[in-house]
């Protein structure tokens, strides 16, 4: 029988609080070093040494301003604000690594599809081939008045405008320039051959993109494609486009996380995929010591210094309640 593989990564995000509200008052984190690379460059040569695949970078365009009517509590407990750019941290981190992955979460709300295909292109021959994107279409109403519309646009609505984004980055980057376009030849003084560099003359609903791309081929062409979506049309998105989804279901029910792999495989399949296609990451937070006892007794320890408001602020964003 063939073994599997497990794929490991690890879940962060570039700012103070992310998903263990509190625990950055604690005098043993370095959450609060979040500004700094030094910390960052530590984390990717930590998780290369341990063997993961890629370290996954979460990302809001907006506050969570549901809880008692405000963002009070959420900036009060630095619960994702401050937030940086993921984008940034990258480079970095890629040059003081061979072989980890770093995917990062964009919306498609937040950049034109040419800004951010020149963007994901040039961290894509950066990392010599390493960048995965996080496809999402945002959930907090801030986002959308943040970036220009009436409030976010409606759920489906965020869907089609993701639909056609990909579409606008898949012409960019896989039919623009030809793979033997480039020729670097130096005695002719002749850089690309103008004959293989196309425009795409895309012309939508949401977005109008004439092209050339600007960036030659980088070694994926189209990077890495995460989804997370739970949504019936988010799992018809990720069918389509994902090759890695990451799922939130609860462990304690692990039929919960076998009905979302098996319903998003079934529709692949209907895609004209194989359903074996897409890898799925299950989100986990262990507590690990050198006893179960030490385990436990840090898992209360935790556990006491969380914020419930933090946590209550996030999840009501989150949730919309």
């Given at each position: 029988?063939?073994?599997?593989?497990?794929?490991?990564?690890?879940?962060?995000?570039?700012?103070?609080?992310?998903?263990?509200?509190?625990?950055?008052?604690?005098?043993?984190?370095?959450?609060?070093?979040?500004?700094?690379?030094?910390?960052?460059?530590?984390?990717?040569?930590?998780?290369?040494?341990?063997?993961?695949?890629?370290?996954?970078?979460?990302?809001?365009?907006?506050?969570?301003?549901?809880?008692?009517?405000?963002?009070?509590?959420?900036?009060?407990?630095?619960?994702?604000?401050?937030?940086?750019?993921?984008?940034?941290?990258?480079?970095?981190?890629?040059?003081?690594?061979?072989?980890?992955?770093?995917?990062?979460?964009?919306?498609?709300?937040?950049?034109?599809?040419?800004?951010?295909?020149r963007q994901a292109s040039t961290l894509d021959h950066l990392t010599q081939g390493r960048l995965a994107w996080n496809v999402v279409t945002s959930y907090l109403p801030n986002a959308g008045t943040n970036l220009g519309y009436d409030g976010l646009p409606p759920h489906d609505e965020r869907y089609a405008r993701a639909e056609e984004y990909l579409d606008v980055t898949y012409k960019l980057w896989e039919g623009s320039w030809e793979d033997d376009a480039v020729l670097s030849d130096t005695?002719?003084?002749?850089?690309?051959?103008?004959?293989?560099?196309?425009?795409?003359?895309?012309?939508?609903?949401?977005?109008?993109?004439?092209?050339?791309?600007?960036?030659?081929?980088?070694?994926?062409?189209?990077?890495?494609?995460?989804?997370?979506?739970?949504?019936?049309?988010?799992?018809?998105?990720?069918?389509?486009?994902?090759?890695?989804?990451?799922?939130?279901?609860?462990?304690?029910?692990?039929?919960?996380?076998?009905?979302?792999?098996?319903?998003?495989?079934?529709?692949?399949?209907?895609?004209?995929?194989?359903?074996?296609?897409?890898?799925?990451?299950?989100?986990?937070?262990?507590?690990?010591?050198?006893?179960?006892?030490?385990?436990?007794?840090?898992?209360?320890?935790?556990?006491?210094?969380?914020?419930?408001?933090?946590?209550?602020?996030?999840?009501?964003?989150?949730?919309?309640?």
């Amino acid at each position: 029988m063939p073994q599997k593989r497990i794929h490991l990564n690890a879940f962060s995000m570039n700012c103070v609080s992310h998903i263990q509200h509190g625990l950055w008052t604690r005098p043993d984190t370095r959450q609060l070093e979040f500004n700094r690379l030094e910390p960052w460059i530590e984390l990717a040569q930590l998780l290369e040494k341990g063997g993961f695949d890629a370290l996954f970078l979460a990302d809001v365009i907006g506050t969570y301003d549901n809880y008692r009517g405000s963002a009070e509590t959420s900036i009060a407990e630095a619960m994702q604000i401050p937030v940086n750019d993921p984008m940034m941290l990258i480079p970095a981190m890629a040059h003081a690594t061979e072989h980890l992955g770093f995917a990062f979460t964009s919306s498609v709300l937040q950049a034109l599809p040419f800004t951010f295909a020149r963007q994901a292109s040039t961290l894509d021959h950066l990392t010599q081939g390493r960048l995965a994107w996080n496809v999402v279409t945002s959930y907090l109403p801030n986002a959308g008045t943040n970036l220009g519309y009436d409030g976010l646009p409606p759920h489906d609505e965020r869907y089609a405008r993701a639909e056609e984004y990909l579409d606008v980055t898949y012409k960019l980057w896989e039919g623009s320039w030809e793979d033997d376009a480039v020729l670097s030849d130096t005695a002719r003084g002749i850089y690309a051959d103008p004959a293989k560099i196309h425009p795409i003359n895309h012309s939508g609903k949401y977005y109008q993109v004439a092209g050339p791309h600007l960036c030659e081929p980088s070694p994926q062409r189209t990077p890495l494609l995460f989804q997370a979506g739970s949504s019936d049309r988010g799992r018809e998105f990720a069918a389509k486009h994902a090759e890695c989804v990451f799922i939130y279901a609860s462990l304690r029910n692990l039929r919960d996380t076998t009905s979302i792999i098996e319903d998003i495989r079934a529709r692949a399949v209907r895609q004209g995929r194989q359903g074996e296609d897409i890898l799925f990451f299950q989100g986990v937070t262990p507590v690990v010591g050198g006893t179960e006892a030490e385990a436990k007794a840090k898992e209360a320890e935790y556990i006491e210094q969380g914020s419930v408001e933090g946590g209550i602020a996030h999840m009501s964003g989150t949730i919309g309640v």
